[in-house]
């Protein structure tokens, strides 16, 4: 990984805590939350594959440096932890755009301390939620569907029955139809 090379070694490079204080201000949100999905994963596979050549931190909120992309491509990036759109790029995605794309996020995990170990946990509580959702959802479509079918009749539950399997075969058929 690359090590900051910053000139000006009396700037404070602390790890930044949601709320990140930087310069006084408050982010509600992290940097990568800028991005779009494909960006943030694209960027976190640059930083886990070593792409941050080299990088600096001119002030506590701007971080420069140079994230190597496909085809042995080199981007000058900087990024501002303060105001994320006013981060840029030299690569085609990015250049004269406001987005926040892969070599941003990347430099972003590769030059805040601990950025990157806060942002696994988020995945990993994120993906806990939805685990837990799913089974919430789970039991009480269950125990709806149960509890409605306790009410019927034995002639329409097979009516029901009978309406699922048709519903079925026509999805079966029109789905494989290559006419549609």
Known sequence: MATENDTNANIETAPLEPPFQVDGSEESMAFYSAASGRSLWRGVDYYKND???SWSAPSASIRKGTVLGSNQASY??????EH????????????????????????????????????????ERAQIAYE??????????Y??????????????????????????????RYRNDRYW
């Open 84 to 123: 994320p759109k006013k981060s840029t790029c030299t690569c085609p995605f990015a250049e004269g755009r406001h987005v926040i794309c892969k070599h941003m996020v990347a430099l972003y995990f590769e030059s805040v301390e601990g950025a990157y170990g806060k942002f696994e946990q988020e995945v």
């Open 143 to 172: 125990l709806s569907i149960k509890k409605e079918v306790d009410g019927i009749t034995a002639k329409e539950a097979r009516e029901w029955l009978i309406d699922i399997l048709y519903q079925q075969e026509l999805d079966y």
């Open 76 to 81: 000058d990036v900087e990024i501002d932890l």
């Open 51 to 53: 792409n941050v050549a």
């Open 132 to 141: 837990q959702e799913e089974e919430r959802w789970k039991r009480e479509t």
